[in-house]
């Protein structure tokens, strides 16, 4: 349409009237086969508008300008992984996606993942960069050819039997030795391609090492994907530690690169080693947001897959980080933060599923849940019963619970209101918070988590009087985390009696939940044994 506003008026298919009946009744075939063309047309038109939808073409992608000063964003220690193995980069592709059949209509939903760049950050409206139309618009074609016994075999007869065996056997042989030589010749070819290569690039400077990205760029940019896979083919050839600061962006580059040519073995591999090996910066965390869309599609939009659930969230969480993901458009972030609250539910709140941080404990006489809970270092119990949907008082001998552990960190970002939390640096939820008022605004900085109360008191900062939990004018709901740290003393987290306060500026400068979101919060929270939660609160 000329115009994305405009809408379009919905006609019937196939020009079928629905006026008043006719004097004369029809007959029961005519009226089953009018009914038949009806929804024939009706099925045709839904298909081709689906087509339509699906074979878009995609926005050709902004590559963002490399400089010299190259700025990295923010990242805790606990994001970075610099212990990758040969086997975290091997990468085999064994599942396609689905395709639909002729009474299924699979619906693609495209994600917008910001363009590459470490020097300027990612606008809300910047243009798409990678969809999922396009990433999985086609599987890569296989290149192997392979001869089939009809390219081999002979026929035999009742009078040539043993002659057809010693013609099979020749035959077999015959195979076997050009198998050999072509492979032999492959790898020669490859061998000294390799080599020619390393006499042209092992010298290369940092400056030609960024020509050589802002030449792919231009390529990328004029749609000469070919070119820009072959410019950075030279640079990946090279050894990572001689592409110095500049590797993450010839990894990104190069897959993205690749998946313009729908060679997607080369562009996940390429992916792969910047988000293991470069998880910090910018292009390893927009690869892992392009693995992590092209996985989700595979293993949760078309072909559900729990077992790969957990690699997903992985990598959504590297990519929108523990830093607010400045550089990722907001519509993005808020996409990934949506997926990786549904992946959770499963992950950690399911009480059967094994997943990293989770350990299971069986029940034995004389156990408490109180018991249990400092067995395994937390403050308080209420995680367990929330995961596991137990009551606590009816715990059973033998009963199986799921734990999880790990230090919590919270996140609160005043720009679109939302507090997030993560257990060693794995993303588990988003909630929609409120922060304090114009004039008592929740001043930014870091925290920690040095108290924690069910059921508090509350004194009025204004009038300094008490209110009991559940008494007439007590405001802070059910649970207390009081946060210290900042410029700012007398803060925390906690419930409200005022659900319709989310998403504004309307405390006394503490951070608004909805009961049940703090609730579920708090049951994760630490404050003893040094391992006291940690609260970060940007604008």
């Known amino acids: 349409m000329s115009n994305k506003d405009e809408k379009k008026t919905l006609k019937m298919y196939p020009g079928v009237s629905l006026g008043s009946a006719p004097r004369k009744s029809m007959s029961k075939l005519k009226v089953f086969l009018l009914i038949i063309i009806v929804v024939a047309g009706a099925s045709a038109g839904g298909y081709w508008i689906n087509r339509e939808f699906i074979n878009s073409e995609p926005e050709i992608p902004e590559v963002v300008e490399i400089v010299e000063s190259d700025p990295q964003p923010a990242v805790t220690a606990s994001q970075k992984n610099d212990d990758t193995t040969a086997a975290d980069l091997d990468l085999t592709l064994t599942d396609e996606p689905a395709t639909a059949t002729d009474d299924t209509t699979v619906t693609v939903t495209t994600d917008t993942v910001a363009p590459a760049g470490d020097s300027s950050p990612v606008t809300a409206d910047a243009p798409d960069d990678l969809g999922l139309d396009q990433i999985l618009e086609d599987t890569p074609a296989q290149d192997t050819e392979t001869l089939t016994a009809t390219d081999t075999s002979i026929t035999a007869t009742p009078d040539n039997t043993e002659q057809t065996a010693v013609k099979s056997d020749d035959t077999n042989f015959i195979d076997d030795t050009i198998t050999a030589v072509t492979d032999t010749a492959d790898a020669v070819s490859e061998s000294v391609s390799e080599a020619v290569t390393s006499l042209t690039t092992s010298e290369m400077t940092p400056e030609q090492i960024l020509a050589a990205i802002k030449d792919a760029d231009s390529k990328i940019a004029g749609k000469d994907y070919k070119g820009a896979a072959a410019a950075l083919s030279s640079l990946t050839s090279l050894p990572a530690e001689n592409l110095g600061k500049y590797a993450p962006d010839v990894y990104y580059r190069a897959g ?280 970060l609160v940007i604008e």
């Open 256 to 535: 993205l690169a690749n998946r313009y040519l729908k060679n997607e073995d080369k562009a996940q591999k390429n992916w792969l080693i910047a988000y293991k090996k470069y998880p910090e910066t910018v292009p390893g965390r927009l690869s892992a947001l392009a693995l992590a869309d092209t996985w989700y599609y595979w293993y949760v939009s078309a072909k559900p897959d729990i077992t790969q659930w957990e690699k997903i969230r992985d990598a959504y969480s590297t990519a929108i980080g523990m830093d607010g993901a400045r550089f990722l458009p907001k519509a993005t972030d808020a996409q990934i933060a949506e997926k990786l609250n549904y992946l959770n539910e499963k992950l950690v709140f399911d009480p059967k599923m094994p997943v990293s941080g989770a350990v299971f404990h069986t029940v034995e006489p004389g156990e408490y849940i109180s018991t249990i809970a400092r067995k395994y270092g937390l403050d308080t119990w209420t995680s367990i019963t929330e995961i596991n949907k137990v009551d606590p008082k009816n715990l059973k001998v033998g009963m199986k619970l799921k734990i999880m552990t790990g230090r919590l960190f919270v996140l609160v970002d005043k720009r679109d209101f939302t507090l997030s939390w993560y257990l060693d640096g794995k993303f588990i939820k988003r909630y929609r918070c409120a922060t304090g008022a114009v004039g008592s605004e929740t001043p930014v900085g870091h925290y920690e988590i040095f108290k924690m109360d069910v059921e508090p008191n509350w004194t009025d900062p204004k009038t300094g009087k008490v209110y009991k939990y559940g008494e007439k004018g007590h405001a802070i709901g059910s649970r207390w985390l009081a946060i210290r740290g900042g410029s700012k003393t007398g803060l925390g987290i906690h419930g409200t009696i005022d659900p319709d306060s989310m998403g504004k500026k309307a405390s006394n400068g503490c951070i608004r939940l909805l009961n049940k979101n703090v609730e579920e919060l708090y049951g994760f929270a630490s404050i003893a044994n040094n391992n006291e939660s940690e609260v």
